[in-house]
């Protein structure tokens, strides 16, 4: 089975740092990706992670340690823009399973 | 544009009533993959094809839930005698090849009355 737990909601200040984690348990893993997806809209690729470390680009950077079941994403100079659900995906064999996904909301 | 189209974006319908919707992949992609997506939740796995053969179904797909892809090109779902539990966003996707990135259509939004 898998289990992929994130939060639910999270608020940050327009140019602050935010950092969303997740925690999966799954079996047949074969790497984890970060979609955003803004309301009413389809998800659209942010980044994927095979191996363990971190993976930078641009504002947005995300980190994954397998032996620990956890990955985060780390948003940087945060725009009103991003403003979204950021879904948080295992490959598991050759499917994608998405978690529920975190609602990021940016104050002014 | 080069990306996953899906057709119709809206769709409202009643009750027992069929619907079919189309996705068509990004040009070259072997992959397509269905999901379904309600509020607050994220996608949920339908099916998947590689070029045109259908080879996993999701256990929560109904016996009304049918999905073809004929020439490994294009792809439909279509769902017989609608229900109200059936209202959400269905998301095609698609990808070069397994365990590659997977890029999203817009969905078509699905209303059953």
């Known amino acids: 089975g898998q289990n992929i737990d994130q939060p639910t909601e999270m608020t940050a200040t327009e140019g602050a740092i935010v950092q969303i984690n997740c925690t999966y348990q799954?079996?047949?893993?074969?790497?984890l990706f970060w979609y955003q997806q803004h309301a009413g809209e389809a998800p659209t690729f942010l980044s994927y992670n095979v191996l363990d470390g971190l993976e930078e680009k641009g504002r947005f950077s995300s980190f994954l340690s397998r032996s620990k079941g956890y990955s985060y994403l780390l948003l940087k100079e945060l725009q009103m823009k991003d403003s979204a659900s950021y879904l948080c995906a295992v490959m598991r064999d050759d499917k994608i399973i998405f978690g529920k996904g975190t609602r990021l909301h940016i104050l002014p | 544009d080069t990306g996953v189209s899906q057709d119709p974006r809206h769709k409202i319908t009643k009750r027992g009533q069929n619907v079919t919707f189309r996705c068509d992949p990004i040009?070259?992609?072997?992959?397509l993959y269905w999901y379904r997506q309600t509020l607050g939740q994220g996608p949920e796995f339908l099916t998947y094809?590689?070029?045109?053969?259908?080879?996993?179904k999701s256990r929560l797909l109904s016996d009304r839930f049918s999905a073809e892809r004929p020439k490994g090109s294009f792809s439909t779902l279509e769902i017989q005698r609608t229900e109200q539990g059936d209202s959400a966003m269905y998301l095609c996707?698609?990808?070069?090849?397994?365990?590659?990135?997977?890029?999203f259509g817009p969905g078509t939004r699905l209303l059953v009355l």
């Open positions: 996707a698609s990808s070069l090849a397994v365990q590659e990135t997977q890029y």
């Open positions: 040009s070259e992609h072997n992959r």
């Open positions: 799954t079996s047949g893993f074969n790497g």
């Open positions: 094809f590689q070029n045109e053969a259908q080879l996993e």
